[in-house]
């Protein structure tokens, strides 16, 4: 059974700091891409970070580009999204996602692209 538990949410000041992780069970982390999606309240999915098998190439949304970061830990079937000088409108919960890297992504931010989730991590950036 494929499962995906994120954590490393929380309250933080704007400017400030968190580590998201994405715990992977069930499957080989090293055959899956993970993209990281958020969705904050009354609005839809948004995707944020990719991180794909080849090379470890990363994709982010302009939102968040510069600020947040993506690496995977193969070895600890772990993906991390380190998010810094963090904003208010960042303020979403936060997903992991897995689909396996023999399938073709087309659109790195559209949810249907992952078959897998997680449960969800809350970020709350406030003063």
């Known amino acids: 059974q494929k499962q995906l538990v994120e954590s490393g949410g929380g309250l933080v000041q704007p400017g400030g700091s968190l580590r998201l992780s994405c715990a992977c069970s069930g499957f080989t982390l090293d055959e899956y891409n993970i993209g990281w999606f958020r969705q904050a309240p009354g609005k839809g999915r948004e995707g944020v970070s990719d991180i794909s098998t080849s090379h470890d190439t990363t994709y982010y949304s302009d939102s968040v580009k510069g600020r947040f970061t993506c690496t995977r830990n193969n070895a600890k079937n772990t993906v991390y999204l380190q998010l810094n000088s963090l904003k208010p409108e960042d303020t979403a919960v936060y997903y992991c996602?897995?689909?396996?890297?023999?399938?073709?992504?087309?659109?790195?931010?559209?949810?249907?692209?992952?078959?897998?989730w997680g449960q969800g991590a809350q970020v709350t950036v406030s003063s």
């Open positions: 996602a897995a689909v396996h890297d023999v399938v073709e992504i087309i659109d790195w931010t559209a949810e249907w692209e992952y078959g897998y």
